[in-house]
């Protein structure tokens, strides 16, 4: 049984940083498409940060140079490092991975909807 765990979540001041962090089990990540998402209130689950099994990552234009999305093989565990955040990061984060066939393991093509697996999520909150 797939099991993603995250943590790391809570409330900082626009311009600080937080590290998301997802822990797995019944599933190597480093086989699969691995993501991170981010739900707002209000709004559509979109893929801000995805690495592949090659470990090639892609990031969504809203987060670039800021957040870094990497894989501990030896502990199963997948991070989000985000920094300089700003309010408009506020959202329910998710840990998600193994893109269904036909979807590009990218965050600009990726849909919530292709992903098999997925974490009960951690609340960021950004306040100006």
């Known amino acids: 049984q797939v099991q993603l765990v995250e943590s790391g979540g809570g409330s900082v001041q626009a311009g600080g940083s937080l590290r998301l962090s997802c822990a797995a089990s019944?599933?190597?990540?480093?086989?699969?498409?691995m993501g991170w998402f981010r739900q707002a209130p209000g709004k559509e689950r979109e893929a801000v940060a995805v690495?592949?099994?090659?470990?090639?990552?892609s990031y969504a234009d809203s987060v670039k140079g800021r957040f870094t999305i990497s894989q501990d093989n030896a502990k199963n565990t997948l991070h989000l490092q985000m920094n300089s955040l700003i309010p408009e990061d506020t959202g329910e984060y998710y840990c998600?991975?193994?893109?269904?066939?036909?979807?590009?393991?990218?965050?600009?093509?990726?849909?919530?909807?292709?992903?098999?697996?997925w974490g009960k999520g951690t609340l960021v909150t950004i306040s100006s």
């Open positions: 998600a991975g193994g893109v269904r066939p036909g979807y590009v393991c990218r965050a600009y093509a990726v849909k919530w909807y292709a992903m098999n697996y």
């Open positions: 019944g599933v190597t990540l480093s086989r699969y498409c």
């Open positions: 690495i592949a099994s090659d470990g090639s990552t």
